[in-house]
């Protein structure tokens, strides 16, 4: 079955970096929607944010504002394995983030569809940051 594995997650200092991993399993390396959400600390499941998506496999990437030019997803085919590297951290990005992949297509795949689609996550990984 679809495995994902966050890592990465850390305590870190205003202004610090990140760089979280999504090690998966299961899933093709190629035309998967995957992203990368957080879920903030007394928000309930269903209000996790999605901060960056990616199809799989060379295609569009979509940021949410609260992160565009902070956060950066990548992949690497050869390790089965989706990034975000995270810079400029700010404490209201403190959170447990998650990565997950959706069934939406190449054309479909963009942050706005929330959690929506997204039917295989990770357990977590967390992110604290603090002045």
């Known amino acids: 079955g679809q495995v994902l594995v966050e890592s990465g997650g850390e305590s870190v200092q205003v202004g610090g970096a990140l760089r979280l991993s999504c090690a998966f399993s299961g899933i093709s390396s190629s035309n998967n929607c995957m992203g990368w959400f957080r879920q903030a600390p007394g928000k309930k499941r269903d209000g996790r944010e999605a901060v960056a998506t990616i199809y799989t496999g060379g295609g569009p990437i979509d940021y949410a504002g609260s992160v565009q030019g902070r956060f950066t997803i990548s992949q690497d085919n050869a390790k089965n394995t989706v990034y975000l590297q995270m810079k400029n951290l700010k404490p209201e990005d403190t959170a447990m983030y998650y990565c997950?992949?959706?069934?939406?297509?190449?054309?479909?795949?963009?942050?706005?569809?929330?959690?929506?689609?997204?039917?295989?996550w990770g357990q977590g990984t967390q992110v604290t940051v603090s002045s």
């Open positions: 997950a992949v959706g069934h939406w297509s190449k054309a479909q795949c963009a942050v706005d569809r929330g959690t929506r689609g997204f039917g295989y």
